[in-house]
């Protein structure tokens, strides 16, 4: 039961940091765009936007931080034999994290409070570089453990004794590039669906036609495009390292119970694991076996190839179908609004397509978690894949329900005092209302 608890304390946890910790890394990206097309296009109102983001952006970082800091801290509680082999392997990277976030913070200071203090704009502009910089590197050097988690390198274990420690090698595992890649594209990705959600939701519930919100949503969803394009190429990089790193985790993925050559890729189905049967689903001959090795004739390894013990929960299929359907419905959506945003049609702010854009964000934001469900639940029942079991790495101290309650409640309260923060900030200062706004059109330049 502790064991359980544990898993799902640590779980929630990172559920809640994960999104805080995505938009840390996306939104820069598009506070940058933003005030770089307001530059180059002389355009106050993309630089507007710029600021509105930082401004909002600010109390996401503050956010992520404290769940961050929580996350460690559960890890050395909940995980102590975890983190006594971890933490002689792969603790570089949580101390470069540091320095990646100082990188950040610093930098993200000094582009708040240097607005319109240059004659030069790119000089404030290029204040927002190391911005990116830092909180994608914050991500990816995180990552880099997760990776490890996956596929452990750089040490030796003899006797049960770590020897031979390389933490450059441990960093740069098999499972890192696949894991980097996915991570950032999906962040960008997913960034830019949920701030174009809320645009339309401003164009639709408050029936604003304002050019201000038409920039905003042309530029989110650019980068939810091409974001998501990256996405599925990462996603098709990263089933090619399940492939020949983990088969049976993308076995269990698809559904796949006896090992074929040709195998079929399904779409959507109803698993029935005691009977081995999938129902209601949709197959695609020899994709699978396309997608994983680059021949629709290779042999895929079903579950049944694997020990019952080793098997991860078939339940993850159905994880993994959201994750793709999310990142598939995200591509189209966008693709459709920029192709009459540019042919120019009546369609392009119709309330259809809003309501369409609208539901990206929330799509999106379940897909990501969905994803990261499914990554983790996928290396069941190895904490450390083929060197430690879950039940090997957890605490043996009692009472973990009584803390799960506890930091639910806390999460809930976090999460609900967040949104409405920045609800009230914005509701309070509409763009309209904004001094700068305000300075735009009465034709005076605001820099």
Same mark, same amino acid.
């Given at each position: 039961m502790d064991l359980y608890f544990s898993r799902i304390l640590t779980g929630t946890t990172l559920g809640f940091h994960i999104f805080f910790a995505t938009l840390g890394v996306g939104i820069p990206v598009l506070i940058s765009l933003a005030e770089a097309l307001g530059i180059r296009k002389r355009d106050p109102e993309y630089l507007l936007l710029a600021k509105r983001w930082a401004k909002g952006f600010v109390i996401l970082v503050a956010v992520g931080v404290v769940t961050g800091t929580t996350i460690g801290l559960q890890i050395n509680l909940l995980w102590p034999n975890f983190m006594k082999l971890a933490g002689e392997v792969i603790s570089l990277p949580f101390m470069l994290e540091g320095f990646a976030f100082f990188l950040e913070a610093i930098f993200l200071g000094i582009y708040l409070y240097t607005w319109g203090r240059f004659k030069n704009p790119w000089i404030h502009w290029s204040f927002s570089l190391p911005v990116i910089i830092g909180s994608s590197m914050s991500a990816a050097l995180i990552t880099t453990v997760n990776a490890f988690m996956n596929a452990p390198a750089g040490f030796k274990l003899v006797d049960g004794k770590i020897t031979d420690i390389d933490p450059v090698a441990a960093i740069l595992n098999p499972a890192t590039p696949s894991k980097v890649f996915h991570v950032l594209s999906s962040a960008y990705f997913m960034t830019a669906c949920a701030l174009a959600a809320l645009t339309a939701c401003y164009l639709l519930l408050r029936n604003r036609k304002l050019t201000y919100y038409k920039k905003a949503l042309h530029l989110t969803m650019g980068v939810a495009l091409i974001g998501g394009l990256l996405t599925a190429i990462a996603g098709d990089v990263s089933a090619k390292y399940m492939?020949? =790193?983990?088969?049976?985790?993308?076995?269990?993925?698809?559904? @796949?119970?006896? *090992?074929? &050559?040709?195998?079929?890729? @399904? /779409? %959507? %189905? @109803? $698993?029935?694991?005691?009977?081995q049967t999938v129902t209601y689903k949709i197959e695609l001959p020899n994709v699978l076996s396309f997608l994983s090795f680059g021949d629709f004739n290779a042999e895929v390894r079903g579950l049944n190839a694997f020990p019952k013990e080793l098997q991860p929960p078939v339940v993850i299929h159905y994880m993994f179908q $959201?994750?793709?359907? #999310? %990142? $598939? =419905? %995200?591509?189209? /959506? #966008?693709?459709?609004? @920029?192709?009459? &945003?540019?042919? &120019?049609?009546?369609? *392009?702010? #119709?309330?259809?397509?809003?309501?369409?854009?609208?539901l990206l964000g929330p799509f999106a934001i379940v897909g990501m978690e969905l994803g990261w469900i499914f990554t983790e639940i996928g290396r069941k029942p190895w904490i450390i894949y083929g060197v430690m079991r879950l039940e090997d790495a957890v605490t043996s101290m009692t009472g973990i329900k009584t803390y799960f309650l506890s930091f639910l409640c806390l999460y809930f309260f976090i999460g609900l005092t967040t949104f409405f923060i920045l609800a009230r900030f914005f509701r309070r200062r509409p763009v309209e209302q904004d001094p700068y706004y305000l300075e735009i059109h009465e034709g005076r330049d605001p820099r």
């Open positions: 492939a020949a =790193y983990n088969p049976e985790k993308l076995a269990a993925a698809e559904a @796949l119970f006896d *090992t074929e &050559r040709g195998a079929p890729l @399904l /779409i %959507g %189905g @109803l $698993v029935d694991a005691e009977n $959201v994750m793709v359907a #999310s %990142g $598939v =419905y %995200g591509i189209t /959506i #966008s693709l459709l609004y @920029l192709f009459a &945003r540019w042919r &120019r049609w009546q369609l *392009t702010y #119709s309330k259809l397509l809003l309501w369409a854009i609208f």
